[in-house]
């Protein structure tokens, strides 16, 4: 079983539309960051969280600690939005590595 | 600031052969990683370094070498090719170890044949 685990793997969605990807994980974490990487290839960071909630813009990360499991919200959304999302956590025992989701396609049709 | 910067872009490589694949920043970033990605798999980390002239080993580092001579530079050897590390290959850096940010290089298409 992979220690993180992002849901869903794709998702279809219209412009406008109210986004959420989801991710889980089962170890002990630090902090938990979500990612974009666009359909170039290029990885931006979005945000580091280790408790409650984060806004910056349309996008909006929370996360719940006793629950193991962060959400990420994207509010109306549109079509530069579209990008695999990336879940990636930082373990407890370990200060200086990441343990990588596989990652969200999200398309937004205009 | 230029970021994070890799060469090349895209490289294909005979089984066997011996490449270096750079990787530099010109943020005075501390912590530098190599990570490869692969289709339908998270980002796996090869090595990485939390300053010049330390570098550890990451998730995968078997076939990979890395050294930090200055802080800017963080080059990825493959000293002997193989098809299995055919892949997409990111370098990344952040100020601190555990800094909000990482930055990552635009990436390195690797096709081993």
């Known amino acids: 079983k992979n220690e993180v685990e992002q849901s869903p793997q794709n998702l279809t969605a219209q412009e406008g539309e109210f986004i959420t990807i989801n991710c889980s994980y089962s170890v002990g974490i630090s902090a938990l960051h979500w990612l974009q990487q666009h359909p170039g290839g290029g990885i931006v960071s979005l945000f580091m969280?280790?408790?409650?909630?984060k806004k910056h813009g349309r996008l909006i990360a929370t996360i719940n600690i006793q629950e193991k499991h962060s959400s990420l919200h994207i509010t109306a959304s549109h079509p530069r939005d579209s990008a695999v999302y990336i879940c990636a956590v930082r373990t407890l025992d370990s200060n200086y590595q990441l343990i990588w989701g596989a990652g969200t396609k999200l398309i937004i049709k205009p | 600031n230029a970021g994070v910067t890799q060469t090349p872009k895209f490289q294909v490589l005979k089984t066997g052969q011996s490449m270096t694949l750079q990787c530099a920043q010109d943020m005075n970033h501390e912590y530098m990683s190599w990570y490869r990605q692969d289709p339908g798999m998270g980002l796996r980390l090869i090595h990485y370094s939390v300053g010049a002239g330390i570098t550890d080993q990451g998730e995968v580092p078997n076939g990979y070498n890395v050294s930090r001579s200055t802080t800017e530079d963080f080059p990825l050897r493959l000293l002997s090719a193989a098809p299995s590390q055919t892949s997409v290959y990111f370098c990344a850096s952040s100020y601190r170890r555990n800094q909000e940010t990482q930055y990552f290089g635009p990436g390195t298409r690797l096709l081993v044949l």
């Open positions: 969280l280790s408790s409650g909630k």
